[in-house]
């Protein structure tokens, strides 16, 4: 029997990573639900907010824009940076170790899914000096 609160999850029911450039809130994981090839959740970005320039070391990431609009740079083959305005509805593909960043440039947030295959890159944002736990709001 499948525990269907481990297959439907929302945002809000799960504890976020929160910075001062805004939160993600892992969806999918293996620590969530038991996700064992990829991990995914939702990223909100106020207004003039974004994650800097970094990589995910061993893996590749899908970043898909819910609402909202930003720029997102991702570098190329040679490490040089290709930006491009992005909105509700656009897929972007961050190649296995790739640097990339994202910024809202729009004057409402942003809004993202994310998926990094394998699970596991996201963890080492608990490292970064501005992280907080957001409580889920269903605790």
Same mark, same amino acid.
């Given at each position: 029997?499948? &525990? ?8 809000? &029911? ?61 570098? &190329? ?63």
């Amino acid at each position: 029997m499948t &525990d269907k609160s481990k297959v439907f999850v929302y945002p809000e &029911d799960v504890s976020a990573f929160g910075f001062d450039w805004g939160r993600l809130a892992l969806t999918v994981a293996p620590e969530v639900n038991g996700a064992e090839r990829f991990s995914g959740g939702v990223v909100d970005l106020p207004s003039g907010q974004g994650h800097t320039r970094h990589n995910h070391p061993g893996a590749e990431e899908i970043i898909f824009v819910i609402s909202g609009h930003g720029e997102q740079m991702v570098e &190329d083959e040679q490490g040089d940076p290709v930006v491009a305005k992005v909105g509700p509805g656009c897929t972007i593909y961050v190649p296995e170790s790739r640097f990339h960043s994202t910024l809202n440039t729009g004057d409402q947030p942003m809004q993202l899914f994310v998926v990094y295959s394998p699970a596991g890159p996201e963890l080492v944002l608990r490292e970064l000096p501005d992280f907080r736990l957001v409580p889920a709001a269903k605790d």
